[in-house]
């Protein structure tokens, strides 16, 4: 009698233990989806970031001269508001 008790413990906790492995296998698969999405967002982002080096170059050439262009422009102001003694 104790034997088949010992038994049928063994055969439920084998069964308990099978059932949580194959739940997480079953997990381990969606997140392999999952993270083989995003890999596959991150590389589609690489390739849309490419050119932004020599964008940002460009942009940045012109913003050094609308800056030379302000300066200009503010010691104009400032010139113009020491005249009518605004300052």
Do not use: C, Q
């Amino acid at each position: 009698m104790l034997l088949t008790l010992t038994l049928i413990t063994v055969a439920l906790v084998v069964i308990a233990l099978a059932g949580y492995l194959i739940g997480i296998a079953w997990a381990l698969l969606a997140a392999r989806k999952s993270v083989i999405a995003i890999a596959n967002g991150l590389e589609a982002v690489a390739g849309h970031t490419a050119p932004l080096p020599e964008k940002l170059t460009t942009i940045n050439g012109a913003l050094v001269a609308l800056l030379g262009g302000l300066r200009v422009a503010d010691g104009h102001l400032g010139r113009a508001a020491s005249v009518f003694k605004l300052t």
